[in-house]
């Protein structure tokens, strides 16, 4: 009976662990694991989750962050924005719980995501300082509310200290303070790095930085918002068998034909029948049945439809749940930001990967003011930091062979050169809860690669064009240079003037070199081709191996 | 009152995440990313539960794995175990809950840490086949139960499919079976390779593998189980204000001062009247006070104990709570899976990170059936296949200068040389919840540096010992060469018998090739010495960039 004693003595100690627990000790998953990096997480949850709130609300953002040394190693932080606010009733939960909030569950783009990056900022705070977050809201009702929040961590449950209404007259909005541990640097991946990006990728915000090095103000370069991404529904595509079993379960569809077409998109009545008849799903009669209840279904028939569905073509998901930047943005950003001697953008089509739409943007600039090699990597508009080398981003860029273009450099392109990539998604899946690279899915590496192939290979014809040019005006010296003694020569030959003849050998010189520069510009260039792959049709991925 | 209206719309849509919902949207942050790596991560939560039941009940591990195709990509995947068996009711939580386990509140070391691993491949099983997951135990009473759970996704609760007794005899353990899609594969990061590594790191166990292709048997090299790792209290040069605080609330203590004593490791009543003293904590006389009442600690109070403690001299915790390898196993391991003709290990002493106690070692092998250079690494015992460069033991690796030891390779070493390197401690922080790569502490960093340049300073004696004897048989080869040529012209000279002569060269030679080689064993040898830098007394790590 030993084992069973120890089995209860094992048993007595298994319990359940809250999530804020979870993320309590493995703060480093959300990257708190250093104490710079710990303030620019928490700048940017704050901010991302302005923009998002502004621009749900149709508001220009204007946004104000300020970031104050109080001893050595601790901060206040303050961002405050002119969003819609935050009703009452929410404010301790959005704040004091982890895993709350409004855009997981919803197909659309967004900043932000998991409803677990603000909570988690509060809890660093108390965690390193023992104080409370204090928020301050409105919306625009009059009443401003201010909170002092702290998370009761063994229940993942607002601990609410204060709760108090003031005067802030009609502003509405959001303003939070947290008090934290934290060193503030001004290196390539500070906060001020980050809300440079932010403000290239969202031209249309006003953003100011009071820091602790003074201020910075980052003005809206464009006066409209993006248009306001649409939600969507799932589509099938990407819906697996545990999935489909709970969409059926909740559904208010009568039949298993409604249920498919109402709760999915791009499915019609033809589809949705092709999709029953393939998975063999029969009536009494034995010819095929949509009039099944959805609660019905046997667990043989979901996994017979998700493969049915594989066979059947259906439209892409409808792409209006996305907000790219477009490339003129893009180019209108880098010009700014980088003043380059080239520049060029390219935005692929939308496409889906596990049912999910999203969309590369890539922006290359050359030459002008920029020193040296830099990559920009931006999710919904977010610019990422950190983990560059663990970024399908990176990885795809690894994949290019640069120089085939015309560039130097192994796995990254070096010399002068500015590569911007955005991806644009209702759901990005991030390599981790901190959100600073992009998981390598195959068909993501794809899109990135031949959006880079398409800018680079502009970029290689500039530089074979530049290459030419440099080529005839070292010609055009060697001509001048040996011009002079020439022109002496044939003076003394024929007894004209040599100052007379010197002219006519450097009109003759011009005549040959333009000359020269057209048929060479006339060629067909070599530069090489983008490489497109045969896409798959049914939206299924390739897998395979890491 | 637009404001108003827009948050009160965003907050309708404000909810709850269940962390089950979170984890199945994320599944690539468990690793389930790639059909490959699917079916090794949930051998991988399986074998490890089953070591670490087995090891804590002090049973020798025996250990039964089977995976087997049911169809194209899908597969029936049984682990079985002669552990002490899980009582009945805790059964569906185990299996049905994520985080939920025993582990994650103790301070000893475990494989599993977070009661993520198994309930997690419950969900992947029903998520991709729409299968439930069998589990048959028995604590050995005689009954044995099986049980068929899903997880309730929307509430992270167990789902009872059915719940019966079958007759399984005396048998005692866990058994059991998962229906999953994955691909299967025998390549350097598979099942099989994972279940060599695990024979390597857990050489008390038997291991049968009944793979697709064959059956594999790791038997057992050692007949007797580590010792039995302790439960240890935490040390207060980790624990920071928000940890401090909910301690102080939950303890049964009376004072401050028995607090101190009763509720951390290593903290003496003289350790407890200093903190206090240095805190600053006084009674109404203006004198030192630990009478205090732990619930009456006001906030302020707490951060100036943190800070006090970073001033007073603790012991570092004890470390029974570990279970190293020990060099002799390390370098048992690697002598019975690569034979090589050079092997050494290291075994550092433990030390601290965030007040979590710790532990490296280092096992270095060259030569003989080695090939190409091959690198493990193993965290509590477990082997990490995924993630190489993101891990703190290749980061370690890559600041090592390779080329002073008399290696090839820049960042990582080339050739036959295989590098074992394993970190024990009572919670590691891996980089994501799907435990392939430890996360870069400074202080880890550190560690396996120091393990390393230790390991690589004896290979490196030993290969500057290998070059000299090369050079020297070089020139014993040159002088034969000769030899037959100045044999013949002595002959002539002489008038001696050529063969004879022959024989006395050889003689002179062999002699002169031995002094050589004992004159040079004999020098100093010059191999780099082992960097030791200024450990940190008080247990505090720079934290500073990344």
């Known amino acids: 009976m030993a084992q069973k004693d120890k089995a209860e003595e094992m048993a007595g100690q298994t319990k ?10 493995n703060r480093h998953l959300l990257g ?3 104490k710079i990096k710990a303030l620019l997480i928490i700048v940017k949850e704050g901010v991302d989750n302005a923009l998002d709130a502004a621009e749900e609300a149709r ?4 946004i104000f962050v300020k970031v104050e040394e109080l001893e050595r190693e601790k901060y206040k932080i303050v961002i405050k924005d002119n969003g819609p606010g935050i009703v009452k009733a929410n404010i301790p939960k959005i704040f004091g719980t982890l895993l709350y909030g409004s855009k997981f569950h919803r197909l659309r783009q967004s900043r932000g995501q998991q409803g677990l990056g603000v909570s988690c900022a509060v809890m660093y705070s108390q965690l390193t300082t023992g104080e409370s977050t204090e928020v301050i809201s409105s919306t625009g009702d009059g009443k401003t509310h201010k909170y002092r929040i702290k998370i009761d961590v063994k229940n993942n449950k607002p601990e609410i200290l204060s709760d108090e209404v003031v005067d802030m007259d009609t502003w509405h909005g959001v303003q939070i303070m947290f008090i934290c541990e934290g060193i503030y640097r001004e290196h390539k991946q500070s906060i001020l790095e980050y809300l440079k990006e932010t403000a290239i990728s969202n031209p249309f915000a006003k953003i100011t930085f009071d820091s602790p090095n003074g201020k910075f103000d980052f003005s809206a370069g464009i006066d409209k918002l993006p248009d306001e991404p649409s939600e969507i529904k799932p ?29 999915f998109s791009r499915v019609g009545s033809t589809a949705a029948n092709e999709i029953i008849t393939k998975a063999g799903i029969v009536g009494e009669d034995g010819s095929p049945d949509g009039r099944l209840s959805p609660k019905r279904l046997t667990d043989e028939q979901m996994v017979s439809i998700v493969k049915a569905v594989k066979e059947v073509k259906l439209s892409r ?22 003043n380059p001697d080239f520049i060029t953008a390219v935005s692929r089509s939308p496409t889906v990967y596990r049912g999910w739409p999203f969309q590369i943007e890539v922006g290359l600039a050359y030459g002008g003011s920029i020193e040296s090699a830099k990559f920009m990597r931006f999710a919904n508009r977010v610019p990422l930091l950190y983990q560059q080398g663990d970024c399908a981003m990176t990885k795809a860029m690894a994949t290019i062979d640069w120089r085939r273009y015309g560039l130097q450099g192994d796995k990254l392109p070096e010399g002068p050169i500015a590569i911007f990539i955005h991806m644009a998604s209702v759901w990005v899946p991030f390599t981790s809860e901190s959100k600073e690279a992009v998981a390598s899915y195959p068909i993501i ?27 005839q005006q070292e010609r055009m010296k060697i001509f001048e240079r040996y011009a002079g003694d020439t022109a002496t020569a044939l003076a003394e030959l024929t007894g004209r003037d040599a100052d007379e003849i010197q002219v ?17 510009n006339g060629k067909e260039e070599e530069a090489p081709p983008v490489e497109v792959e045969g896409g798959k049709e049914n939206g299924e991925e390739d897998e395979e191996a890491e």
């Open 59 to 62: 508001i220009m953002p204007e």
């Open 235 to 263: 589509h099938l595509y990407g819906v697996e068998v545990g999935i489909l079993s709970r969409m059926l379960k909740a559904t208010k569809a009568r039949t298993l034909q409604s249920f498919l077409t109402s709760e």
């Open 445 to 471: 590496l794809k899109e990135v690669k031949l959006a880079l192939q398409e800018a680079t290979r502009k970029l290689s014809l500039y530089l074979s064009g530049m290459r030419k040019a440099q080529y």
């Open 32 to 34: 708190y694991d250093n």
């Open 16 to 25: 359940e662990i809250s999530v804020s627990e979870f993320f309590e000790k």
């Open 504 to 520: 006519m050998i450097n009109e003759i010189a011009k005549t040959v070199h333009e000359e020269a520069l057209k048929t060479e």
């Open 317 to 338: 998901p409808p792409t209006d749940c996305l907000s790219p930047l477009g490339s003129d943005s893009v180019e209108k950003g880098l010009k700014k930001e980088l």
